[in-house]
């Protein structure tokens, strides 16, 4: 159980201890353990984490973590007979647990990605950022070099004047 705890209170946040825990967690903790479901919302959740942590913080410590689980396990499991059953099972759900990443947001590698990122198909300025096999020129691609040879920039007849003339 407190191997969970820590797990959940360190989860995103690299400056975390591991030593508190704070709503937004505990409630992805109930939410991916299976404590909340048909039986415990996320209102008593929210009910119990407020009546369990100090006047005034915003965090809950292994202590009240444990006193939130005896309250919540008496709504989760109603079945069972004895309060110390109800304890164990709650105990045996989350024992050994870690957040649960699946469900987030992937990168897109269809539709528009694709479309936008293929080199082939840029126009104008920004088709002369790239070279024909798809990778960019660098600061040759961004800025025009000035050529000090005498001629003007476009002028397409360089270097075909006949100097016999």
Do not use: W
Not at 63 to 91: G, H, N, Q, S, W
């Amino acid at each position: 159980m407190e191997e969970t705890f820590v797990n959940f209170s360190k989860f995103g946040d690299t400056k975390s201890t591991g030593k508190e825990l704070d709503n937004k967690k505990f409630s992805k903790l109930c939410k991916d353990t299976g404590i909340m479901g048909k039986l415990v919302t996320s209102t008593d959740v929210d009910i119990c984490f407020s009546k369990h942590k100090p006047k005034g913080g915003r965090t809950i410590t292994l202590k009240e973590f444990e006193a939130i689980l005896d309250d919540l396990c008496v709504k989760r499991f109603p079945k069972k007979e004895t309060l110390d059953d109800k304890k164990e099972a709650i105990r045996t759900l989350i024992a050994g647990k870690g957040p649960k990443t699946a469900g987030t947001t992937k990168v897109s590698k269809k539709g528009g990605t694709e479309r936008l990122t293929d080199t082939s198909k840029y126009t104008g300025s920004h088709k002369e950022r790239f070279g024909a096999d798809g990778k960019g020129k660098g600061l040759e691609g961004r800025e025009d070099i000035i050529e000090d040879d005498g001629y003007v920039v476009g002028y397409t007849n360089k270097d075909t004047y006949d100097q016999t003339h």
